[in-house]
């Protein structure tokens, strides 16, 4: 079974410029995450969808940040314009359905790799 | 925000001991789960634990949950080199499974 795909997989781009990342989750999860991990810290939910809709968006700063997920299965997040604090590990999992108390698992990809200067 | 918060940060020990990781959260969680990042990898799950259930073992994993407290713990037995990693609780929440994670494990086991 393929696993969460991302790209790029590294990046280092000027503040203010901008970088979209790229995510195909496994094939039928309907649930599709980002995340932020900074050096150090646990991974920080920046976006969650259902399909195509977003259920939690709360901690993405919406002046920067978008993201997308069309028809349901690929997503894109992108920072425009960035800023040094952006650097980070930007994590994309999915998962089979994010509803209830089942519990499914989440899977991750191997991350995007920014660095912003 | 993190709902977690894990302790130690940072744990060394020999090869064969035992490792104990602990993970307070703050609101009322579906489940738990603990999940491994090796450096530069993305976070594998290794296992979950309902908020009905006080213990769950798998493999070489103990896993203990006190909804009480709030509290979790993860106990890696008979501890290997290939267990060096960082160690996250996620914890579950909400009609949608909204999944926070802690803050995290850092732990090196010395051959």
């Known amino acids: 079974e393929a696993g969460v795909a991302q790209s790029p997989r590294y990046k280092i781009i000027e503040k203010r410029q901008s970088v979209a990342f790229w995510c195909n989750p496994i094939?039928?999860?309907?649930?599709l995450y980002w995340y932020q991990q900074i050096l150090g810290q646990g991974p920080k939910l920046l976006i969650q969808f259902q399909n195509n809709g977003v259920v939690d968006d709360s901690q993405l700063p919406k002046d920067r940040f978008s993201a997308e997920r069309l028809k349901g299965v690929d997503s894109t997040l992108k920072i425009q314009p960035a800023k040094l604090e952006d650097s980070a590990v930007y994590l994309c999992?999915?998962?089979?359905w994010g509803q209830g108390a089942n519990g499914n698992t989440i899977y991750f990809g191997e991350g995007s790799w920014l660095t912003v200067v | 925000s993190q709902q977690g918060e894990e302790d130690p940060q940072a744990l060394s020990i020999q090869e064969g001991e035992n490792a104990t990781m602990n993970c307070s959260y703050k609101t009322s969680i579906n489940n738990l789960q603990w999940y491994r990042q090796n450096s530069g990898r993305g976070l594998v799950h290794l296992i979950l634990i309902r908020s009905n259930e006080r213990e769950k073992h798998s493999g070489r994993l103990r896993v203990t949950l006190d909804t009480s407290k709030k509290s979790s713990s993860l106990l890696i037995t008979a501890s290997r080199a290939a267990d060096t990693a960082s160690y996250f609780c996620a914890t579950y929440s909400g009609g949608y499974q909204k999944v926070t994670f802690g803050t995290g494990t850092k732990l090196q086991v010395i051959p």
């Open positions: 999992a999915s998962s089979l």
């Open positions: 094939s039928g999860h309907a649930t």
